[in-house]
T-cell receptor, first 113, second 118 residues
Framework: GDSVTQMEGPVTLSEEAFLTINCTYT??????LFWYVQYPGEGLQLLLK?????DKGSNKGFEATYRKETTSFHLEKGSVQVSDSAVYFC????????????FGGGTRVLVKP | GAVVSQHPSRVICKSGTSVKIECRSL??????MFWYRQFPKQSLMLMAT?????????EQGVEKDKFLINHASLTLSTLTVTSAHPEDSSFYIC??????????????FGEGSRLTVL
């Protein structure tokens, strides 16, 4: 079946460090890919998305490129801030599934001043 | 952006009782809402899809008589955990796409409801 695998956390890093969270997927079709972020005490919210191969999603300094050849959608940010501390979820959606999302396990990121 | 509100955010109940969790879309209409369960340090597991005006669709392995879902209007879905037991303790999250922007694929999530069954 369809699945999403992302690196386990927690990831702890210092402010202004470079962040990468790996995400790979398995899907029977051509999915859309998403990154959602969950800040402490809040609900998940969409961070960025890409709907087809080679698309790059970007938002708030985060980027992720849809790589069909490696079935990956790694999340990157060049210089993190304390406010980026959160749990990040990679997810996929297949067109036939409507709006149903399949999530990865989530990666907790802690940025220290 | 669109807002989804869940209530209550925390609930503690005794084993054998039933608990209702509400999910409301505050500024948009949702013909579909998704209910997830999140275990500690684990991903969100889709439990069921509620459909306004019709029966919910449950994922494999989810007991529909245990987790009653009702989608009474375009802005409200409820999840009732019946005869709750300690193993039902979890974080329950609802989400919904905006009916008028469903082609974007974006889901809007509630803040979650933490259920503790004693």
């Amino acid at each position: 079946g369809d699945s999403v695998t992302q690196m386990e956390g927690p990831v702890t890093l210092s402010e202004e460090a470079f962040l990468t969270i790996n995400c790979t997927y398995t899907a029977t079709g051509y999915p859309s890919l998403f990154w959602y972020v969950q800040y402490p005490g809040e609900g998940l919210q969409l961070l960025l998305k890409a709907t087809k191969a080679d698309d790059k999603g970007s938002n708030k300094g985060f980027e992720a490129t849809y790589r069909k050849e490696t079935t990956s959608f790694h999340l990157e940010k060049g210089s993190v801030q304390v406010s980026d501390s959160a749990v990040y979820f990679c997810a996929l959606r297949l067109g036939a599934a409507g709006n149903k999302l399949t999530f990865g396990g989530g990666t907790r990121v802690l940025v220290k001043p | 952006g669109a807002v989804v509100s869940q209530h209550p955010s925390r609930v503690i109940c005794k084993s054998g009782t039933s608990v209702k969790i509400e999910c409301r879309s505050l500024d948009f209409q949702a013909t579909t809402m998704f209910w997830y369960r999140q275990f500690p340090k684990q991903s969100l597991m889709l439990m069921a899809t509620s459909n306004e005006g019709s029966k919910a669709t449950y994922e494999q392995g989810v007991e529909k008589d245990k987790f009653l879902i009702n989608h009474a209007s375009l802005t409200l879905s409820t999840l009732t955990v019946t005869s709750a037991h300690p193993e039902d303790s979890s974080f329950y999250i609802c989400s919904a796409p905006d009916r008028d922007r469903s082609n974007t694929g974006e889901l809007f999530f509630g803040e979650g409801s933490r259920l503790t069954v004693l």
